[in-house]
């Protein structure tokens, strides 16, 4: 009975008195878990909460072992090299609780804290139990799996010997480290670090959904006994070593060995582990991280391949990752990489502590003496911490000037496809349920920055399918000029059959753009997608509309109640349509945007994406718009929201940066910039505003609508100049909000998305600047700001009014609720305004939203005054007052 003797002795150890510098033994909170507290000597206040777990119940007391952790957040250095010591292989192995309890006790002593002895495994062999054999291996023996071992049988404590060397040098580093192991040899290596040691600001982690008190903790299976570095490096097929990877988060510095286990082998259970099935659920477990499938990907499939060729070549991890990248599938040359892979590893901003050795950089150092995971460990730092530096799906850096918050992918078309495909970016049903504002917000400004002529980035490599590009001149011209693509056909509106001799080419799931036949009459446009053939080859039955761009002025007679009438009965009407057929890349700059235009019109507003999402909590959003939306207009949605790299939340509390405006304006807490841009802010306060009170200022920033999207996912900057720069090159700012607004309403009469409920005029952000005017390239009339970093925004204020939006009825009939039941969602739904001319488009970039806020709700009138007091303001993007 395992579990009984492990809980009676820790009844016995729990008793009060028995341990010299050891109190208040008892259970812990999870189940086969110690708990204790002991102080530093000498410290007041230094209680420090330790938590001892055994690998495996059913193990003790014979051929168990113990992690130690600490339950405080924070640890000194002392406390860090008892924890080392604990984990040493074999100090707490096959020891009864006492035992165990004894061994920690003697090292919380004063005698061995003032000791700094770090070396690893420095218990002799008489200290502890010997641990379990490891089987030598046979010469030649053959795994199977793409290599032989040569004849060079080691013994145990060669293995032994080799992994505590390891763990040493990866423990001297600042990691926490352990490992466990079973009766034939197989471990589980864990590598560790707390986030709070990572410098990444609060804001960040906010975004990312992680706690500061969290453990980012590295586990590495080996699929027989530990291997070295260079025994992994020297396998003749890499991607057969059977090196497995997992990285998440942990409250403490060690998982759970059950838990551990189970991570590796998906949701099997051991036999002697069934029994503990239920206490499974009290282990400290591994959380996802938000690029959980990114880093897995990296770590399992490219790692040790990227390794080897700095190995090879002598290459830094940039240049081993872009050429390991490009070389798949080719043979390398023996000459060795181009120049373009010698690239060094640089950083826009400094690295934390943990991350600024490179274990593999030190040419003193053999391969036959690194240590594996040191080595994954420093890797997985660098695609954590700096993760918006790197493509998401090709793991290269991006090579993107603008560092932003969250990560997204390169510019290789390919990988934005994969991006998507894969779903490594914000989940579309989680953005739109829980930040509908934020949505909206994006939507709008994509929409402003398309439509005015301004947008520069656009979704290539999704494969977007749109209609002839002749048709996004038209949408202001009212013509679809005559082609071999624009069919004349009859439109039956209350039946939505569509018949005559050129529409036989389409197919069932084909989506097309309906416009009247007749060019002197306003544009009405539907689109529809084809979703059955009736009994005449000729005759295709579509889809309810999804969109209407405009009321025609003679309206048709009134539908009938009847689905499907006799035809002698029904009054068609001649149109013209043209497929969804044209690839979106192959479209010029300017029919791009206009493409982009187009799709968002046909979305439906983002409360009824909400609304359709909630009518099914097991249906994705793409099946809930089947045959309701194209799948090119999906698409562009999910880029918008997957590509924003700024942190946005829609707030109605009330701001603790409190400002008169604040409550006029629709208000969104706005981050942006790279993880570690707040201690950058910060470290310019204290160095150039360190005695000045306050020592930051607000300042407002104004810019033309169609500049904000490319804003939040590029950054202030003063790369363009727009209206020239009288008071020099510069951010400009503003400490007076009519200036601002001023410059935020220059471009004010271009057309707004029609289905927001923002209906923007304009937008500002407030920003915090360090307070060291006499620096500023400018301080009147307007701040010009040269440094970057000394700009921390932390605001958006919408601007306008709300519009109430009434469905237009298409080609003067409004389209039957009839027999179809497979389209739930009424038309009116998705029937949009009746629009204005409009001129143009705008501007992108790109990343990723977690979604933790509680779902909001769409404010049925946040309305927006826009009176003047004192704020800030800019040109595209900080392009400069003229």
């Known amino acids: 009975m395992p579990a009984s003797e492990f809980r009676a002795h820790r009844q016995e150890a729990s008793q009060p008195g028995r341990y010299a510098h050891l109190r208040d033994v008892r259970s812990g909170d999870l189940d086969y878990s110690i708990s204790f ?20 119940a059913h193990d003790y007391p014979d051929s168990h072992s113990f992690l130690a952790s600490v339950s405080s957040h924070e640890t000194t250095d002392q406390v860090a090299t008892l924890i080392r010591k604990c984990q040493e292989p074999r100090r707490l192995s096959r020891l009864s609780i006492h035992d165990a309890l004894m061994v920690i006790d003697n090292l919380m002593s004063p005698a061995a804290l003032s000791t700094n002895h770090s070396e690893f495994n420095s218990t002799s062999e008489e200290d502890t139990p010997e641990s379990e054999g490891l089987n030598e291996f046979d010469d030649s023996f053959d795994f199977g799996d793409g290599y032989e071992w040569e004849s060079c049988p080691q013994s145990a404590s060669l293995l032994h010997e080799m992994r505590n060397r390891d763990l040493q040098t990866a423990s001297a580093h600042g990691f926490q480290v352990g490992y466990i192991e079973d009766s034939i040899g197989k471990s589980i290596v864990s590598v560790s670090c707390q986030i709070a040691q990572l410098d990444i600001s609060n804001d960040a982690l906010r975004a990312w959904g992680i706690d500061r008190s969290e453990n980012l903790i590295l586990l590495i299976r080996y699929p027989r006994s530990y291997q070295s570095l260079q025994e992994i490096l020297q396998t003749r097929e890499i991607s057969l070593s059977g090196i497995e990877m997992r990285v998440g988060l942990c409250e403490y510095s ?42 897995h990907h990296v770590l399992n499939e490219r790692f040790l391949a990227i390794a080897k060729l700095r190995r090879d070549f002598n290459l830094s991890w940039t240049g081993a990752e872009l050429f390991c990248h490009e070389m798949q599938g080719k043979t390398i040359d023996p000459a060795g990489p181009d120049e373009k892979y010698w690239a060094v590893d640089e950083w826009l901003t ?191 039955i579509l889809s309810d509309p999804v969109k209407i761009t405009n009321q025609i002025t003679s309206p048709l007679p009134t539908a009938t109640q009847n689905w499907i009438p006799p035809y002698s009965n029904v009054t068609k009407h001649h149109v013209r349509f043209s497929r969804y057929d044209q690839d979106f890349e192959a479209l010029s700059t300017q029919d791009k945007r206009g493409a982009i235009k187009l799709l968002l019109d046909t979305l439906p507003s983002i409360s009824q994406l909400a609304n359709l999402l909630g009518e099914s909590s097991t249906r994705g959003l793409r099946s809930c718009l089947e045959g309701k939306v194209s799948p090119a207009a999906f698409d562009l949605l999910r880029w918008i929201i997957a590509s924003n790299r700024s942190y946005i939340v829609h707030e109605t509390e009330k701001s603790a940066h409190h400002h008169e405006q604040m409550t006029k304006h629709v208000r969104f807490r706005f981050i942006q910039g790279a993880p570690d841009r707040e201690q950058h802010f910060l470290k310019a306060v204290q160095t150039h505003a360190k005695d000045i009170q306050p020592s930051t200022i607000s300042a407002w920033h104004g810019s033309p609508l169609y500049n904000w999207h490319g804003i939040l996912r590029e950054g202030l900057h003063f790369r363009k100049i ?63 700001v040269q440094f970057i970093d000394w700009i921390q925004p932390r605001y958006l204020l919408v601007g306008g009014k709300v519009s109430s939006l009434q469905p237009v009825t298409p080609f003067g009939v409004s389209p039957p609720q009839g027999p179809k039941a497979e389209q739930p969602m009424s038309k009116a739904g998705f029937i949009n305004l009746t629009e204005d001319d409009d001129d143009g488009p705008s501007q992108t970039k790109a990343n990723i939203e977690s979604c933790e806020e509680a779902p909001q709700s769409i404010p049925s009138n946040p309305s927006v005054n826009s009176s003047s007091d004192s704020l800030l303001f800019c040109k595209n993007g900080c392009q400069a007052l003229e």
């Not at 507290?37 to 495996?56: A, C, K, R, T």
């Not at 036999?271 to 990114?294: A, G, T, V, W």
């Not at 939505?496 to 009247?516: A, C």
Request: aromatic content about 8%; glycine content about 6%; charged content about 20%.
């Open 37 to 56: 507290i002991s102080s530093l000597p000498g410290v007041e206040q230094s209680e420090i909460e330790f938590l001892l777990m055994v690998s495996d």
């Open 254 to 295: 060690f998982t759970s060995p059950h838990v551990a286990r189970d991570i590796f082998k998906g949701d099997k259970m051991l036999p002697n582990e069934k029994d503990l099935s239920s206490d499974l659920d009290m282990q400290p477990r591994l959380r996802d991280l938000f690029i959980s499938y990114s880093l």
């Open 350 to 540: 400094p690295v934390p502590h943990l991350m600024e050795s490179d274990h593999f950089a030190n040419a003193v150092m053999k391969v036959e003496l690194m240590s594996l995971p040191l080595l994954a460990m420093q890797y997985t730092l660098r695609h954590f911490v700096r993760c918006p530096q790197f493509c998401l799906v090709c793991h290269c850096k991006t090579g993107d000037r603008f560092e932003s918050l969250k990560p997204y992918v390169c510019s290789r078309g390919l990988c934005l496809f994969q991006y998507l495909e894969l779903g490594l970016g914000a989940s579309i049903e989680c953005e739109v349920r829980s930040k509908p504002m934020v949505v909206d917000l994006l939507v709008s400004l994509a929409y402003a920055s398309a439509i005015s002529g301004h947008l520069e980035s656009f979704p290539d490599g999704l494969r977007l399918k749109v209609p002839l590009k002749n048709s996004y001149a038209s949408d202001q011209t009212g013509e679809m000029q005559n082609t071999d693509l624009i069919t004349r056909a009859l439109l039956d509106p209350v039946t939505m059959i569509l018949s005559g001799s050129g529409v036989e080419k389409l197919d069932s799931g084909d989506w097309i753009m309906i416009r009247d036949a007749e060019p002197a009459q306003p544009t009405v446009t539907w689109h529809c997608q084809v979703t059955r053939i009736p009994l005449k080859a000729s005759d295709f």
């Open 722 to 784: 727009a209206n020239g720069r009288a008071n020099g090159n510069g951010i400009y700012l503003s400490d007076n909000f009519a200036t601002s607004l001023s410059f935020s309403t220059r471009a004010m009469g271009s057309r707004n998305w029609p289905q927001s409920v923002l209906d923007m005029q304009y937008v500002i952000s407030l920003n915090e600047i360090v307070n060291c005017p006499d620096k500023f390239v400018c301080k009147m009339p307007h701040y010009v």
